[in-house]
């Protein structure tokens, strides 16, 4: 696999700033379409293509005017990115279960992030919580069925600790959507 | 005081998704293929307008893509039809002509009286 060149590199950067604010879906079908059209270039083939595909915020405004999106640049929406994440990662914390649930109600209802993106940020903390507990209900059991003086109470409280995961797992998903806001799309290595 | 929009632009936007979809008729395109082509025949100014098109087709449920290694490039991504894309296609040409004859004796040539 070649290197991508740095003119490349540059192009796709400065797309994905332009496209900024887009829905997701429209703005990861953009730069696919374009980085195709680039991946296995030269540096020389690469600026011709890169002649032809034209200036990124005239690519970006266009897209925008076709997908009838009259947000100035999306900042707008991604001041909303940054709270919505910053809620979903500690919101839980300063007001328990409360703040996750709005931070998660403004990531679904915001246009930065995939349906795929919505689905991880929101189901990894709970599954996970729930994997490490019925990981250690079942370490109990088998604790349980083996031992004669049962140990409920160590078991029990390790089951109630691996709920712990949750808010850990949601600081983390929270500033993953965070990253994901910032550049959504990676450039190719 | 609102700006008169330009007239290409505005029959352009109103024929675009047919456009695309009558390219795709022919055979299964990648992205750049249709932007080429409906560049190079002016319908659109530049590869941005087409994927916001093409995402609406789909959402639609007019058209369908599917990713395809090719022997020396890159895996693209290929457009084609579905069957309510060949529906729409065909509805779309049945009414095209006599719609165009109704707005061109309504409109007249201006030349002849």
């Known amino acids: ?189 | 005081m609102t700006a008169v929009p330009d007239i290409g632009t505005q029959l352009r936007k109103g024929v675009v998704e047919f456009c695309v979809l009558g390219l795709l008729g022919r055979e299964p395109m990648y992205g750049w293929q249709l932007s080429q082509q409906l560049t190079e025949h002016g319908m659109i100014a530049s590869i941005g307008t087409l994927y916001p098109v093409l995402t609406r087709l789909r959402d639609k449920g007019l058209v369908t893509s599917y990713e395809q290694a090719s022997d020396a490039g890159p895996v693209r991504r290929y457009y084609r039809l579905t069957p309510t894309g060949t529906g729409q296609l065909e509805t779309f040409r049945r009414q095209w002509t006599p719609f165009t004859a109704t707005v061109s004796d309504l409109v007249g040539e201006g030349d002849r009286q």
């Not at chain 1, 293509?49 to 266009?62: H, N, T, V, Y």
């Not at chain 1, 300063?94 to 109600?105: A, D, R």
């Not at chain 1, 709970?126 to 059991?141: D, F, K, Q, R």
């Not at chain 1, 959507?177 to 799309?185: K, Q």
């Open chain 1, 1 to 189: 696999m070649t290197e991508t060149p740095q003119v490349v590199r540059s192009y796709l950067h400065e797309l994905e700033g332009a496209l900024r604010g887009m829905p997701a879906a429209e703005r990861q079908e953009i730069i696919g379409g374009v980085r195709e059209e680039l991946t296995g270039l030269d540096e020389a083939a690469a600026s011709e293509r890169i002649e032809l595909l034209g200036d990124p915020a005239f690519i970006a405004a266009q897209a925008r005017e076709a997908a009838g999106d009259v947000t100035p640049a999306g900042r707008e929406s991604f001041g909303y990115a940054v709270v919505a994440s910053l809620l979903v990662a500690f919101g839980g914390i300063v007001v328990p279960i409360l703040g996750w649930i709005v931070g998660l109600g403004m990531v679904w209802f915001s246009r930065t992030w995939s349906v795929g993106e919505k689905l991880i940020g929101t189901l990894a903390a709970p599954v996970l919580g729930a994997i490490g507990v019925a990981v250690s209900l079942l370490l109990e059991t088998s604790a349980t069925a083996e031992s004669a003086s049962p140990t409920f109470g160590s078991s029990f409280s390790f089951a109630h600790g691996s709920l712990l995961i949750v808010p850990v797992v949601y600081i983390v998903s929270g500033l993953w959507l965070l990253a994901r806001a910032r550049r959504t799309v990676r450039p190719p290595a």
